[in-house]
């Protein structure tokens, strides 16, 4: 079945660094993929759509400046969190949708942030 | 890996049938979430289940979480046209510290004929 790959799956940084978290879909094409973020033990929290080709489109209350979405391609995404602090520590999860296959979407196995 | 296996990956109804959708983890849970995504929308969360046995009913839809904390269900009653979408359990595992990961199941799809 499909794929949805994420990494790192865990990643530490210094404060004011950034880091890069890829999201890519293996064996399907993803005109739109998902990028969420989780506190720990909550739920999941839309940050923002991702489309191949276009601008993301970032939730309210979401840095787009802080969290860098780009779509280059449609197998991978990619979040980057510019100058990273401790607050940015979380879960983050990406899911793609498939594009000639309706509705259907996956979710990737997730990237851990500490900023230390 | 830890896994949670959701079933059945698809399921069509009459409107006013019931429906329900289970998963199961192979290790135990520190807590289940259902997600439901409507078409051509995203995952959406619907209710958290955290302690064992536990029963929450938002309406018509009716969760449940397995007294070993190792499975889940989501049922709802007298389906409707609105219900239709893929719905999502995501179990999240004790881990070290507060970093356990929230495993998603495949979801199972909804249609549901008028």
């Known amino acids: 079945g499909a794929v949805v790959s994420q990494h790192p799956s865990r990643v530490i940084c210094k404060s004011g660094t950034s880091v890069k978290i890829e999201c890519r879909s293996l064996?399907?094409?993803?005109?739109?993929m998902f990028w969420y973020r989780q506190f720990p033990k909550q739920s999941l929290m839309l940050m923002a759509t991702?489309?191949?080709?276009?601008?993301?489109?970032?939730e309210q209350g979401v840095e787009k400046d802080k969290f860098l979405i780009n779509h280059a391609s449609l197998t991978l995404s990619t979040l980057t969190v510019t100058s990273a602090h401790p607050e940015d520590s979380s879960f983050y999860i990406c899911?793609?949708?498939?594009?000639?296959?309706?509705?259907?979407?996956?979710f990737g196995e997730g990237s851990w942030l500490t900023v230390v | 890996g830890q896994q949670v296996m959701q079933i059945p990956q698809y399921q069509h109804v009459q409107e006013g049938e019931d429906f329900t959708t289970y998963c199961n983890s192979s290790?135990?849970?520190?807590?289940i979430q259902w997600y439901k995504q409507r078409p051509g929308g995203h995952p959406v969360f619907l209710i958290q289940?955290?302690?064992?046995?536990e029963v929450k009913k938002q309406k018509r839809l009716t969760f449940q979480f397995g007294e070993a904390k190792k499975n889940s269900s989501l049922h709802i009653t007298a389906t409707q046209t609105t219900d239709v979408g893929t719905y999502f359990c995501?179990?999240?595992?004790?881990?070290?510290?507060?970093?356990?990961?929230?495993?998603f199941g495949k979801g199972t799809k909804l249609s549901v004929k008028p």
């Open positions: 991702s489309n191949e080709g276009s601008k993301a489109t970032y």
């Open positions: 995501a179990g999240h595992y004790y881990g070290g510290g507060s970093q356990g990961n929230l495993i």
């Open positions: 289940l955290v302690k064992s046995g």
């Open positions: 899911s793609a949708r498939i594009g000639d296959q309706g509705n259907t979407i996956y």
């Open positions: 290790t135990t849970l520190s807590n």
């Open positions: 064996d399907f094409q993803a005109t739109t």
